[in-house]
């Protein structure tokens, strides 16, 4: 099968070569979905300058050039030169058809498989995930699930924050309060409040923060009470994680985890090739490299310091460690950051630091996939009554209960309302992330992410199960339904026009690194499938267009539980 936008898109850049010489054929056709059409090209009126010739002359000649094309039932222009295309009803049939039959749904492998890095969600140890982790971690995983998808080498990487600063602090609480107490407290998972105690002593204790500073070094220098308190705290904060992770359908194992410790026998090596390449400088006592073109509010350059001037590492020396393994160790063609806005200028100087270096090569692009916040009303950041960071397990504790409440009068078995539940309220928290654009801001609201209609998570997830409830009546496995499919309706005609868009929207989002494209979609989809559910009786018609409709439906459902799939939102069987 053939997407309809790229078929028309040949068809196009095929008459402008026919009409105005070849060196037009690889012209954008600028096709895009029409109010009025089917879809629109407006490359009618990019090009009449170079042409020469008035835009809708320009257009009617491509439109002329369109006649008789077997996709295409008319070309109309319109305006100053609009090209609205509508396709026939037959090729559109055939494709659906090709569709159905094609194990993946017309979603190609890449041609060129990279080998990429997706740095997300950005956890650390001794600190529980709050609610700003939750946009970071689920965007980033179905960026990594859709690139999979395609046939992209994708390597996961949470850069585990296990050997910074605050980790002189940490230990040396922990010698305070003894190994056991320690690990008791961290077993129960009161990461918080251990945090929370360390911090208060370091800030108002002067001997214990110069104890926490020594403390730092001797860790990075290997003393083994230090490291083996240091492990204490990461394996803790590990069992934490993977149980969170689990619970939220995140594909992150320990192998992927990215620790700062991982890099620190790399740092002095990485400071002595900025060195020798001339790019780092000891500044006021410190290692610094200065990328060109940062540089602050006083106009003085901006620096990233690679080594303190009492000799400890801090997190920009940790990142161009990181970013120098990425695309010289691992051989990463793409790296991508999904991180919040707020980073957006420390990456950008270590990607120039990286260029500068040598390691960010022309073959290589490293970027930032920048996270907007989810927010509170009136655009604050989400805080408990008493003004601490919401938790993200208590984030997802609400949106699981409050799922069971709407969904409570549906099913009399409670561990099943409580299966179901699960799925809807995780299913609703993360669809509401990834439904906006990732730049963007949102607010959280309960009530809008839980709703059975509109652009939601339930409302997807209860389109998928609507499908599954009709081939359960109809005692059939949609898994075997092959059609064909006949387009007698427009209501048909319209869902099989979105059913096609499957793939574009699939290699859109890979190449943008952008979910809420493929979120979009599904919406889109689904609305479809409910106007042809409500408008097409499937189960009381008969003969052949009984045989379609099932066929569209079979369709219908794959392509929705493949696109979920893909955002890592999980698809209950019925709701």
Same mark, same amino acid.
């Given at each position: 099968?053939?997407?309809?936008?790229?078929?028309?898109?040949?068809?196009?850049?095929?008459?402008?070569?026919?009409?105005?010489?070849?060196?037009?054929?690889?012209?954008?056709?600028?096709?895009?979905?029409?109010?009025?059409?089917?879809?629109?090209?407006?490359?009618?009126?990019?090009?009449?300058?170079?042409?020469?010739?008035?835009?809708?002359?320009?257009?009617?000649?491509?439109?002329?050039?369109?006649?008789?094309?077997?996709?295409?039932?008319?070309?109309?222009?319109?305006?100053?030169?609009?090209?609205?295309?509508?396709?026939?009803?037959?090729?559109?049939?055939?494709?659906?058809?090709?569709?159905?039959?094609?194990?993946?749904?017309?979603?190609?492998?890449?041609?060129?498989?990279?080998?990429?890095?997706?740095?997300?969600?950005?956890?650390?140890?001794?600190?529980?995930?709050?609610?700003?982790?939750?946009?970071?971690?689920?965007?980033?995983?179905?960026?990594?699930?859709?690139?999979?998808?395609?046939?992209?080498?994708?390597?996961?990487?949470?850069?585990?924050?296990?050997?910074? =600063?605050?980790?002189?602090?940490?230990?040396?609480?922990?010698?305070?309060?003894?190994?056991?107490?320690?690990?008791?407290?961290?077993?129960?998972?009161?990461?918080?409040?251990?945090?929370?105690?360390?911090?208060?002593?370091?800030?108002?204790?002067?001997?214990?923060?110069?104890?926490?500073?020594?403390?730092?070094?001797?860790?990075?220098?290997?003393?083994?009470?230090?490291?083996?308190?240091?492990?204490?705290?990461v394996d803790d904060s590990m069992a934490y994680l993977r149980t969170l992770y689990a619970r939220l359908g995140i594909?992150?194992?320990?192998?992927?985890?990215?620790?700062?410790?991982?890099?620190?026998?790399?740092?002095?090596?990485?400071?002595?090739?900025?060195?020798?390449?001339?790019?780092?400088?000891?500044?006021?006592?410190?290692?610094?490299?200065?990328?060109?073109?940062?540089?602050?509010?006083?106009?003085?350059?901006?620096?990233?310091?690679?080594?303190? /001037?009492?000799?400890?590492?801090?997190?920009?020396?940790?990142?161009?460690?990181?970013?120098?393994?990425?695309?010289?160790?691992?051989?990463? =063609?793409?790296?991508?950051?999904?991180?919040?806005?707020?980073?957006?200028?420390?990456l950008e100087m270590v990607f120039e630091t990286a260029r500068q270096a040598g390691w960010l090569t022309g073959g290589?692009?490293?970027?930032?996939?920048?996270?907007?916040?989810?927010?509170?009303?009136?655009?604050?950041?989400?805080?408990?009554?008493?003004?601490?960071?919401?938790?993200?397990?208590?984030?997802?504790?609400?949106?699981?209960?409050?799922?069971?409440?709407?969904?409570?009068?549906?099913?009399?078995?409670?561990?099943?309302?409580?299966?179901?539940?699960?799925?809807?309220?995780?299913?609703?928290?993360?669809?509401?992330?990834? /439904?906006?654009?990732?730049? /963007?801001?949102?607010?959280?609201?309960?009530?809008?992410?839980?709703?059975? =209609?509109?652009?939601?998570?339930?409302?997807?997830?209860?389109?998928?199960?609507?499908?599954?409830?009709?081939?359960?009546?109809?005692?059939?496995?949609?898994?075997?339904?092959?059609?064909?499919?006949?387009?007698?309706?427009?209501?048909?005609?319209?869902?099989?026009?979105?059913?096609?868009g499957f793939g574009r929207a699939v290699s859109d989002t890979a190449a943008t690194a952008e979910p809420h494209k493929?979120?979009?979609?599904?919406?889109?989809?689904?609305?479809?499938?409910?106007?042809?559910?409500?408008?097409?009786?499937?189960?009381?018609?008969?003969?052949?267009?009984?045989?379609?409709?099932?066929?569209?439906?079979?369709?219908?459902?794959?392509?929705?539980?493949?696109?979920?799939?893909?955002?890592?939102?999980?698809?209950?069987?019925?709701?």
């Amino acid at each position: 099968m053939t997407d309809p936008e790229a078929a028309l898109g040949l068809l196009v850049q095929h008459a402008l070569a026919e009409e105005f010489g070849g060196e037009f054929a690889a012209a954008d056709p600028l096709i895009r979905p029409s109010g009025f059409a089917d879809y629109q090209s407006n490359v009618a009126m990019s090009l009449a300058r170079r042409l020469g010739r008035p835009p809708r002359e320009v257009a009617d000649l491509i439109a002329k050039g369109l006649d008789g094309a077997s996709a295409v039932q008319t070309a109309e222009v319109s305006g100053p030169g609009f090209i609205n295309i509508t396709l026939r009803d037959s090729w559109l049939a055939e494709q659906a058809n090709g569709q159905l039959a094609d194990s993946r749904m017309g979603v190609a492998t890449a041609g060129q498989r990279q080998r990429v890095v997706v740095d997300y969600s950005g956890p650390n140890v001794a600190k529980e995930l709050h609610a700003g982790h939750l946009r970071p971690t689920v965007v980033g995983d179905a960026i990594v699930r859709v690139l999979e998808y395609l046939g992209h080498d994708v390597t996961r990487a949470a850069h585990l924050g296990d050997w910074g =600063t605050p980790f002189g602090m940490l230990i040396e609480h922990a010698r305070d309060v003894g190994e056991q107490a320690t690990y008791d407290q961290l077993a129960a998972g009161d990461f918080t409040a251990f945090y929370q105690a360390a911090r208060a002593k370091f800030e108002t204790d002067p001997a214990f923060a110069d104890r926490s500073r020594r403390r730092l070094v001797e860790l990075q220098a290997g003393e083994p009470q230090s490291m083996q308190l240091w492990r204490l705290l990461v394996d803790d904060s590990m069992a934490y994680l993977r149980t969170l992770y689990a619970r939220l359908g995140i594909t992150l194992t320990d192998a992927d985890m990215a620790p700062e410790s991982f890099y620190h026998p790399m740092l002095a090596d990485v400071n002595a090739e900025l060195e020798e390449r001339g790019l780092a400088v000891i500044s006021d006592g410190a290692l610094c490299t200065f990328p060109p073109g940062f540089t602050g509010r006083d106009g003085r350059p901006l620096p990233l310091m690679l080594r303190k /001037s009492d000799g400890g590492y801090g997190y920009d020396t940790t990142d161009l460690a990181a970013i120098r393994y990425r695309l010289r160790d691992l051989g990463a =063609t793409r790296l991508i950051y999904v991180v919040g806005s707020e980073q957006h200028q420390h990456l950008e100087m270590v990607f120039e630091t990286a260029r500068q270096a040598g390691w960010l090569t022309g073959g290589a692009s490293a970027e930032h996939a920048v996270i907007g916040l989810m927010t509170g009303p009136g655009g604050q950041r989400l805080k408990t009554r008493s003004g601490e960071q919401v938790k993200l397990a208590d984030l997802i504790d609400e949106a699981v209960e409050r799922a069971g409440k709407v969904i409570a009068d549906r099913y009399d078995d409670p561990q099943q309302r409580s299966q179901i539940a699960e799925a809807v309220g995780i299913g609703a928290l993360k669809y509401g992330d990834l /439904s906006v654009a990732r730049a /963007s801001s949102y607010v959280l609201d309960f009530n809008q992410l839980l709703g059975l =209609t509109g652009n939601t998570g339930p409302y997807l997830q209860y389109a998928a199960a609507r499908i599954r409830s009709i081939f359960q009546r109809a005692d059939l496995d949609p898994a075997r339904v092959t059609g064909p499919i006949q387009l007698g309706t427009p209501a048909e005609r319209a869902l099989a026009l979105q059913l096609l868009g499957f793939g574009r929207a699939v290699s859109d989002t890979a190449a943008t690194a952008e979910p809420h494209k493929l979120a979009g979609y599904l919406f889109d989809v689904a609305s479809a499938f409910t106007t042809f559910y409500e408008q097409c009786p499937v189960l009381t018609a008969e003969g052949e267009t009984r045989v379609s409709r099932l066929a569209l439906c079979a369709l219908t459902l794959r392509v929705l539980t493949t696109g979920l799939s893909l955002l890592g939102i999980p698809v209950p069987d019925r709701m």
